[in-house]
């Protein structure tokens, strides 16, 4: 019974994947973009980089486009259960998307910026809060959440249904089609 159970401790290790940190390397990106779910959270840094923290890194796809986009994807092509978590480190970043689902989370350490665009398509939860913009152009289509710090203007556009939630005192331009909501945090 020993063996039996020493051996099915072994297969059962050697079928999850490791927790430790994997690097992975990609060229210069300047926007980030997340499809089909997943976990990532944003850190200022000098340096760019992009480690997944958690999941299976033999089933996620992590590249650069040819327009600079970081696009992130839980499973290459189709799986289930991949609980994707991913650190992004960068200096800047003009932009960042979330299309099926998904967490993006920004930290404290961004300098302001000129002008930043957040966008959900299909649900999700962007909070950009911590990097902060004189301009921020923020878009929900199908649901979704987005936190924001702009400084001087806001042009919010939400489409069937979700909710951006603002700081501060921006002049603001709002769209809204099918439901949600543009609100200044309390």
Do not use: E, K
């Given at each position: 019974m020993t063996k039996t159970f020493f051996a099915a401790a072994v297969l059962l290790a050697a079928s999850v994947p490791a927790s430790a940190q994997t690097p992975v390397r990609v060229g210069a990106f300047d926007s980030l973009e997340l499809r089909g779910g997943g976990e990532v959270i944003v850190r200022f840094g000098r340096v760019q980089s992009v480690t997944i923290t958690g999941g299976d890194p033999n089933l996620a796809s992590i590249m650069v486009d040819s327009e600079g986009d970081l696009v992130i994807r839980p499973c290459r092509t189709s799986c289930r259960n991949q609980r994707l978590r991913v650190e992004v480190v960068t200096p800047r970043l003009d932009a960042i998307a979330i299309d099926g689902g998904g967490q993006v989370r920004t930290e404290a350490g961004f300098a302001p910026r000129g002008t930043v665009a957040l966008a959900i398509n299909g649900g999700g939860s962007l909070d950009a809060r911590t990097m902060p913009a004189d301009t921020v152009a923020a878009a929900i289509t199908g649901g979704g959440r987005i936190r924001t710090a702009p400084v001087r203007?806001?042009?919010?556009?939400?489409?069937?249904?979700?909710?951006?939630?603002?700081?501060?005192?921006?002049?603001?331009?709002?769209?809204i089609n099918g439901g949600g909501t543009v609100t200044r945090d309390r």
């Open positions: 203007t806001l042009a919010a556009a939400v489409h069937g249904g979700g909710a951006i939630t603002y700081t501060g005192n921006p002049r603001t331009t709002v769209s």
